[in-house]
């Protein structure tokens, strides 16, 4: 398993976000596109961490606005099938970020 600390990417992401709500019941939603193997045990340790993450972060830190959408794309442990996943969720078009791990 990679030593690269995966709590770490939600939370770089917040701190380049600007708090621009008006409202204390607007929240601005971010959607970040999340491709990587969800079958695979590096795949799910990734997920899990980031997720227990953004719940950490958001529950010590209720004042911000900002609210992380993940939206996650199984690369199914494949090259050509992790494109495949970048490709379906550039068609979106609504990402501010797109991550893509590959072990």
Same mark, same amino acid.
């Given at each position: 398993?990679?030593?690269?600390?995966?709590?770490?990417?939600?939370?770089?992401?917040?701190?380049?976000?600007?708090?621009?709500?008006?409202?204390?019941?607007?929240? #601005?939603? &971010?959607?970040?596109?999340?491709?990587?193997?969800?079958?695979?045990?590096?795949?799910?340790?990734?997920?899990?961490? #980031?997720?227990?993450?953004?719940?950490?972060?958001?529950?010590?830190?209720?004042?911000?606005?900002?609210?992380?959408?993940?939206?996650?794309?199984?690369?199914?442990?494949? &090259? &050509?099938?992790?494109?495949?996943? &970048?490709?379906?969720?550039?068609?979106?078009?609504?990402?501010?970020?797109?991550?893509?791990?590959?072990?």
């Amino acid at each position: 398993f990679s030593s690269f600390p995966f709590f770490l990417i939600p939370l770089m992401i917040l701190f380049f976000l600007t708090n621009t709500a008006t409202s204390k019941n607007t929240t #601005i939603p &971010v959607n970040v596109g999340l491709v990587l193997d969800i079958n695979g045990e590096d795949g799910k340790i990734a997920l899990s961490c #980031i997720n227990m993450s953004l719940s950490d972060f958001y529950n010590s830190n209720s004042h911000y606005k900002t609210r992380l959408l993940l939206n996650t794309r199984d690369s199914k442990g494949d &090259v &050509v099938a992790a494109a495949a996943a &970048v490709k379906n969720l550039c068609k979106l078009s609504t990402f501010s970020y797109l991550f893509l791990f590959y072990f």
